[in-house]
């Protein structure tokens, strides 16, 4: 396939220009300024319209079973996200609601929400678990996660969020995940990253230490939720101990982003979590500044970010964490990919997958411009179609042509 004409953002943040693109199997094999087709090869017009890498959501929450409408309510009232969590509201009331869902339905649910957010251009996502907090229950919720990615054209990354809160019915809580969750998720999902939330209310520095430094033995990277309303020492933990990332970073001061900066830990930043709660940004320009690893992610789930939207995550990014649009791209598709292990993606270049996205707009600026739509026209995953929006021209054309 080639697409011509289009206006091509390659998602290293250098600049955009006027080129086609050829996908040949499921990798792009060229790109350049006018590239002809080839007998027998399908051409898409692009008409100038903007063409970018599939985005890479590298923090979500998608698995969730019930809703936390009646928090939006509080949290109008005045009650803060940190109050809701002690009165074991938040992700307790979410832990409830995933106890009593079946594997089966946790992974419809699932699906429903994979196939919105490759609607609106994610072709790679990560998928927590974390609502468990029992060995039963996150084994569940990680197996739902694989059986939800079965057939799903997109690439679906788990991570075991084990230390996500602490299940106040449990004494020694903490043990149990360090002694018995953690070695039956390392049995039946090695290798994949282990996650906590460093927070009061939830696992003190203590826990995640311990928990990390058992994880770190059996082979499991490691993701940490820190600074997001305290800084507790999770962000130099996470240094210390070499974690893939840390998250959130609301909380952080100058000196700690510069530092996270100077090492190979990334720095995840989840703008709809500060829009949705509290108004609360991480200092970007600072940790972008000093040279840091910067991913943007949506950090989807029920409590602190109701949206999977990554268009919108640029568009807060544009506005809230003083990043430019190929600054804001650059953190969900180059970015993004390394963190999440990938190195075939994320960037247009030969050679890389063909995950990509053809925008309605003509201008990558309106990406961040535009607020609440979704501008996505197509998505191709590995070189196929798997989503296209008809224009309304293209419809009625459609619809004359057939009387
Ligand atoms: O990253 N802060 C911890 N975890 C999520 C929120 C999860 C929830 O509230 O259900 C976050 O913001």
Known sequence: MLIRDARIVTGDGSPAYRGSLRVEGERIAELGPSLTPQPGESVLEAGG?????GFVDAHTHA???????????????GKSYLEILAAGGGILSTVRAVRQSSERELADRLRERL??????????????????????????????IQRAAEGFPGTVVATALLGHAIDPAVPGFVEQVVSETLPAVHAEFPGLCVDAFCEQNAFSLADCRRLFERARELGHPLRLHADQFTSLGGLELARELGARSVDHLEASSREALQALAHSETYGVLLPVTGFHTDGRYADARCFQDAG??????????????????MPFVIALALRKLGLTVLEAIRACTQSAARLLGFSDRGLLAP???????????????????????????????????????????????ARDSTG
């Open 49 to 53: 319209r903007v063409l970018l890498p």
């Open 63 to 77: 698995l969730f079973a019930g809703d936390r409408l009646d928090e939006l309510e509080l949290r109008r009232q």
């Open 115 to 144: 196939y919105w957010m490759l609607e609106q251009g994610t072709t790679s996502m990560e998928i927590k678990s974390g609502y468990g907090l029992s060995t039963r229950d996150e084994l569940k919720m990680l197996r739902a």
């Open 292 to 309: 840091g690893k910067l991913v943007l992610a949506s950090n989807c789930n029920p409590g602190s970010a109701p949206s999977s939207s």
């Open 351 to 397: 050679g890389m997958r063909a995950d990509l996205l053809l925008l309605q707009h003509r201008d990558e600026r309106l990406l961040g411009y535009e607020l609440g739509g979704n501008p996505v026209q197509s998505v191709i995953v590995a070189g196929a179609t798997v989503f296209h929006r008809r224009e309304l021209g293209e419809a009625l054309a």
